[in-house]
């Protein structure tokens, strides 16, 4: 059967659901020798190897039957309690999710419609817009600066357009780092609220700081004014592993129970043994490990600004991380497109930012993560870049 006897038979919503863009770009950078910074992936030699192995090992001896058992699709009862111990709410609350990858789908097949209007921030995570983008919707973006989300924007879409929700990644973002100050997350809570519009908070990276401090998450200032209004995913996959695919939605109870019936149809449950292993792994040891994370990406955030700022030529602008994995950078008058072209003969790669931008745009923009780089190969790697970038502005 060739490729079209499939594709007839494919229903409406197969062709909403495409290869993403930044996937078929990563294969090109894979090449061996290329000095990659375009992929999202966390730093492997943080992962808790050794610690994973003695007590997954411990707990397949000891409690095996459970672990290896059908579980409870709200999640296994004592990580939920975990969370929500941590964001003083009732364990109804709290659902564990297969990644927060599967939060942002579940909330798509609860939240929307075909044609029903989504506002997220231009630009915003690609797998959230994947997400999202196969349950049809019409995208509302909202311009963003460093400090997150333009309100002024958003207020000026709220008054043309009732969104299902408004997503928003108020720390440390991906693709932007991004990290919202707490007078504006105060005035996005309050303006959610006023217009009766639920606020997903996607927080991915909320323990990556680098500074010591922590801002109150739209949860907790959402929850402090007794509103009710917020829905937030939280991950383990920055903080501990990405491939054991645990993560957690918290919201208010009506939220949780009909995401529950909707992860019913997609897995059943995260698997019981992964959460079995992140609840082991968060009894010991967990904030000083977050910490030492927090160390080695400040490290090497630092080393690439660096970097930047020794290398590239004026006219380029970079963010200066104070979290997360990402430097995001707007390049002037030069398509990133063409400049991931040109440092492809250099060896190095990044991904554009274009397919971050859900309504279009943002062709001079991209993005460049540090995590998995050493700081030599991030120094060489923005050398090259550089000099991948001045041939095309000796064009322009
Ligand atoms: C903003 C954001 N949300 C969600 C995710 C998905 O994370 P998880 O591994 O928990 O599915 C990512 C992963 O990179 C992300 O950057």
Same mark, same amino acid.
């Given at each position: ?24 770009? $990563? ?12 992929? !999202?992936?966390?730093?492997?030699? $943080? ?31 004592? $990580? ?73 924007? $958003? ?40 217009? !009766? ?118 006219g ?15 390049l002037p008058g030069v398509n ?28 001079n ?27 095309l502005l000796?064009?322009v």
């Amino acid at each position: 059967m060739d490729n079209t006897y499939w594709t007839e038979r494919f229903g409406g919503s197969a062709a909403r659901i495409q290869a993403s863009t930044i996937r078929e770009l $990563l294969k090109l950078t894979q090449r061996p020798g290329v000095l990659s910074f375009a992929g !999202g992936l966390p730093a492997p030699e $943080l992962f808790p190897k050794e610690e994973a192995a003695q007590k997954a090992a411990q707990i397949l001896r000891e409690r095996g039957e459970r672990a290896l058992q059908y579980g409870p699709t709200e999640g296994y009862a004592p $990580l939920r309690e975990w969370v929500a111990q941590r964001f003083g709410v009732e364990v109804e609350e709290v659902l564990i999710t297969t990644g927060s990858q599967q939060g942002l789908d579940l909330l798509g097949k609860v939240f929307l419609d075909e044609g029903s209007p989504v506002l997220l921030e231009a630009p915003s995570y690609l797998g959230a817009i994947q997400a999202f983008r196969a349950y049809g919707p019409r995208f509302v973006t909202v311009a963003m600066d460093a400090e997150g989300m333009d309100l002024e924007a $958003l207020e000026e879409a709220l008054r043309r357009e009732r969104p299902r929700f408004i997503y928003a990644i108020p720390t440390f973002q991906n693709p932007s780092s991004a990290l919202m100050p707490l007078s504006r997350r105060e005035r996005l809570v309050e303006i959610a609220h006023a217009h !009766g519009v639920p606020l997903v908070e996607d927080d991915a990276y909320a323990e990556l700081y680098f500074d010591g401090k922590k801002l109150p998450t739209l949860f907790e200032l959402d929850r402090a004014q007794g509103y009710g209004n917020v829905v937030y995913l939280g991950s383990f996959s920055k903080v501990l592993a990405p491939g054991l695919r645990v993560a957690y939605a918290v919201g208010p109870k009506p939220v949780i129970a009909k995401l529950v019936q909707a992860k019913q149809g997609a897995d059943l449950h995260t698997p019981v043994l992964n959460q079995m292993l992140v609840h082991a792994l968060v009894q010991e040891g967990f904030e000083a490990r977050v910490a030492r994370i927090r160390e080695v990406y400040r490290a090497k955030a630092e080393a690439m600004v660096r970097a930047l700022e020794a290398h590239m030529p004026p006219g380029v602008r970079f963010s200066r991380p104070r979290g997360g994995m990402f430097v995001w950078m707007e390049l002037p008058g030069v398509n990133a497109q063409a400049l991931l072209e040109e440092a492809l003969k250099e060896d190095v790669a990044f991904v554009p930012g274009a397919p971050f931008f859900a309504g279009g745009g943002g062709e001079n923009t991209l993005r460049l993560s540090y995590a998995t780089m050493t700081e030599g190969e991030i120094q060489e790697g923005m050398r090259r870049l550089s000099q991948a970038l001045g041939r095309l502005l000796a064009l322009v």
